[in-house]
């Protein structure tokens, strides 16, 4: 492995979301989606020579940009997109909430697969409009879709958009080309629009492959919105920049108007220029495949050490994201109790399932986009907390 993701980097103090929300300095946060890793090193050089520049004012997305993007998406995933299709704003999701500003009117319903990721909710909400949860099966150790529950809920005539995630955060599902195939057909059938937020898409494991949304043929271009960025993949969230596939050109230019509305239509020199260099430079993606090696050996030992030491509480297979989810169901306890719990005992910080919906109740999400030695450090400590809660029941 050329890159070393074993190195320790103190993010203590860098004003990080993940690491100085704690108001104790002892709690180990392994709950927030980003990484604890460097990016690759040719987005850091980019990003150090438009420092030197040292002017940052208002920049023009230049054409780099969007070959970078139509370049990547058709190496990497076979997917064929146009300039005229894309439209960049600032992340996945004010994307997202403009798409649902665009094709919904207030009082719709959009529906969602819970347990799904914890801001589609307030998108939803901040655009008045009602959540309705097409809630995913779980059984065997994994989830699968509930198709007669799909049917039903899109036959609503007040369900106009289905909100998809694509691959699912966080049940760490690649959805395969025949489960899209039948979501896009239920959905098509009732005029129901499909928002696909694809930024985990980067991230699909050993025997999976990511299928975007839109590359299924032209009906799915045709009803259908795509989200995708590269912050996921290169651990870019801060730097604010994303993508949105939109075909149609009248859906295209209602979701222009609703960027705008929202104010999220400009990016920063910054993300355009570790956007270019992340997608175009070869040693990125190298980079990105000793990444996805190194996470591949992470979820093997968070399975192996809960196998030894914690078998009551199932891992569920990881065939995308770096986002681990348990089911703690065992405990029989709220899983925000679970939280306050861990904190107290080993002040270790996951997420509790319940922000992810009525059915993440119960469950913890796993964050293993970290050196090795911290996940260690992370799981002795969870399996502590877990032994001392059973020896208080």
């Not at 779980?138 to 989830?143: I, L, N, P, V």
């Not at 080309?177 to 239920?186: A, D």
Request: hydrophobic fraction near 40%; include cysteine.
């Amino acid at each position: 492995m050329k890159y070393n993701f074993d190195e320790i980097i103190n993010r203590k103090g860098s004003n990080s979301y993940k690491w100085d929300t704690n108001s104790n300095n002892e709690v180990l946060p392994m709950w927030v989606a980003d990484m604890d890793f460097k990016t690759a090193p040719p987005i850091i050089d980019a990003l150090a020579k438009r420092v030197q520049h040292g002017v940052f004012g208002y920049a023009n997305v230049p054409d780099a940009y969007y070959n970078a993007v139509i370049d990547w998406f058709s190496r990497r995933h076979c997917f064929k997109i146009e300039r005229d299709w894309m439209i960049y704003t600032i992340g996945v999701v004010p994307a997202v909430s403009a798409i649902i500003l665009a094709m919904t009117q207030p009082g719709d319903k959009v529906i969602v697969q819970e347990p799904v990721y914890n801001c589609f909710f307030s998108s939803i909400r901040n655009n008045q409009c009602e959540s309705v949860s097409n809630d995913l099966i779980y059984a065997d150790g994994t989830y699968s879709i509930d198709f007669d529950d799909l049917e039903m809920k899109v036959a609503d005539p007040k369900a106009k958009v289905m909100l998809l995630c694509n691959p699912h955060n966080p049940a760490g599902r690649a959805w395969t080309k025949e489960e899209l195939e039948r979501i896009g057909h239920i959905c098509f059938r009732n005029n129901v629009f499909v928002i696909s937020d694809e930024i985990h898409c980067d991230l699909v494991h050993n025997g999976h492959t990511h299928i975007p949304f839109g590359s299924m043929g032209p009906e799915f271009l045709e009803n259908s919105a795509i989200c995708i960025a590269p912050s996921k993949t290169f651990n870019l969230a801060g730097l604010q920049v994303a993508n949105i596939i939109a075909y149609n050109p009248q859906i295209k230019q209602k979701i222009d108007k609703a960027i705008n509305i929202n104010e999220v239509c400009d990016i920063s020199p910054f993300a355009i220029e570790a956007l270019i260099a992340a997608y175009t430079h070869p040693d990125s993606e190298k980079w990105l495949e000793d990444l996805k090696n190194y996470l591949w050996g992470n979820y093997q030992m968070v399975k192996g050490f809960f196998v030894e030491k914690l078998p009551e509480f199932p891992v569920l297979p990881l065939q995308a994201t770096y986002l681990m989810w348990i089911d703690c169901s065992v405990l029989n306890m709220t899983s925000k109790e679970l939280l306050d719990k861990m904190i107290e005992a080993e002040n270790i910080r996951l997420n509790e399932g319940v922000i992810y919906g009525k059915a993440g109740e119960g469950f913890m999400r796993l964050n293993i986009a970290c050196p090795k030695d911290t996940l260690l450090e992370g799981l002795i400590r969870t399996e502590k907390a877990f032994k001392s809660i059973f020896a208080e029941k």
